[in-house]
């Protein structure tokens, strides 16, 4: 079964944007990070925070595309007992109180296929997920998952990278559904920025081979950034900043401290209010 | 899997185009990669098609790394077995040492052809790291190694070579800081350098074309042992035995005798304190397929998919992955995949040692120890050949510390 449009919360979100007028944040958090309640309390607060769309990261014990903030966030989750089947129950808890937030998750291949695409598929579905992001599923090895989520109504959210050329965009684009992430930097999550000009003409570029919302992330840090990226896609998408802000509310010990849950909404707060075009509020 | 697949035409035609063996191998990497990696799979097509380029890479084989290497009668050995004739590989008597050389100048002289001025690699013992550090003095191109933290502080020796070589050597204290984390440090240095960078994967294992690559370009193992134990008994083989780590020494030493149905061929893991242990880098007899650094293969990984440490008293098989070539040949049942456990190597490094007055790598140790096992039972004119991959200059203080200096001494 293929869900009905007016189901997709995603498609649905983006129009909602468009008829905002603005391009919309997207937030990623990493799963079971730094615990389980923990992790709970800040997933369950993100939309009132400002997220327009969240994505929940899968810890994964080998995160070969990313820096050293999200790693760091996936080792600690994954020592407080974070797994995806612990991420899938995370999402269904929040499903409880939130109907219309999407919610993509993004990881990488070997536990999904451990737990067998079929399997993934139909659970993910189950918990109120709307997509995934599998970081390294490119094209060439992409059927065997594409089919199950699209049988449960999940869309499979293609990266497209700078150097992704004009002879390989449209294999990328031949599985893309959701939206298409453009990874705006080579290189790895948190590290260096992309201009905005540069992001700019790869957009556009996207935009007219493909008829999708596009998000832009990685490098995007500051609340300016993320307004700018935000202004030139449907998206930005905001990460290793996020999961700093909560590394650094954390004990020595790495335990969350009394200030984590709400320094990480004050952050997700202030990207939101630059997206939103709102003044800076001056104290969070 | 109760079926056991059709037997293949040939066992040697893989990987298919999309560098598939089967179930295993692929390209699991994220986009930004994809396009460098195509780019590697034509440059290496073309170099495959270019005389020019098999007569240099020929040339430096024979001239700088000292090939053909010696197929030597192990008489000794032989006669206290008192079963199957011995012969052994010497691939520790390369420049460098041990057979990844094969593997480094080779791609060094198809990165020289892509015209990328800086080379990185990722390395567990420092093997790998040094001979990548060797041809890139060679050639004067900037060279970058990852080596996990805790690898560095075990192998100091190595680290020194790479660095007189002229080399940056990266710790890595991602993860466990062992040989898997470099390669993903070195996988995220690729990501970010992609334009003038080139990643000189040490074994048949990561993403399409590398699997294929290295095993191609350590078939020169398999090639020369044809020819040489045509001249020294007139046939071929009975029996092969090499050791797996990433598992490039075996698949160039197997390969040119896959298609050769009476050859029992024998690849050896690395059993650490024993698979029941759990403690072992042995992912096939105590691993599943999964997904890791860019291929499908056997992992150790637990119920959830993460990958779990291997462990080995030899860091050189100490990996929780296998190349795919091999994954596939276990699951045709082509080649068997015997588990030997640290305690056995140590014995077969010392027992050749004394027999041959040829001090052998850890790694290779447990190739022998599996032959000195499998020798006696078999019948005076079985022919074994035992791929020496590597010599053992480099494990002596790690054999001194699990023996004791007095039982050394004695």
Redo the contacts between chains.
Sequence with gaps: MTAHPSDDRLARRFADLKAAGRGGLVVYVMAHDPDAATAQAILDGLPAAGADIIELGLPFSDPMADGPAIQLAGQRALAAGGSLKGALDALARFRETDSETPVILMGYYNPIYRMGPETFAARAAEAGADGLICVDLPPEEAAELADPLRAHGLHLIMLAAPTTDEARLPAVLRRASGFLYYVSITGITGTRSADAETVACAVERLKAAADLPVAVGFGIKTPEQAATMAGLADAAVVGSAVVSELAGSLDAEGRAGPHTVSRVHALVGRLAAGVRGDPPSGQS | MSQSPPRPNSYRAGPDE?GHFGLFG???????????I?EVEKAWAEAGADPAFKAELDHYLAHYVGRPSPLYFAARSTAELGGAKIYLKREDLNHTGAHKINNCMGQILLARRMGKQRIIAETGAGQHGVATATVCALFGLKCVIYMGATDIARQAPNVFRMKLLGAEVKPVT??AGTL??AM?DA??DW?????DTYYLIGTAAGPHPYPAMVRDLQCVIGEETRGQIMEAEGRLPDSLVACIGGGSNAIGFFHPFLDEPGIDIVGIEAAGHGIESGKHAASMAGG???????N?TY?L?D??????EAHSISAGLDYPGVGPEHAWLKEQGRVRYVPVTDTQALEAFQTLTRWEGIIPALESAHALAHAFQAAPDLPGDHVMVVNLSGRGDKDVATVAEHLGNAEVSS
């Design positions: 999309q692929g390209r699991f990497v994220a986009e930004t990669l994809m396009p460098c195509l991602s993860g898997k984390d993903n996988l995220r990501v970010a350098n992609v334009d599943a397929p999964g997904v890791l650094h860019g499908r992992l990984q119920s959830e998919g993460q990958i779990t």
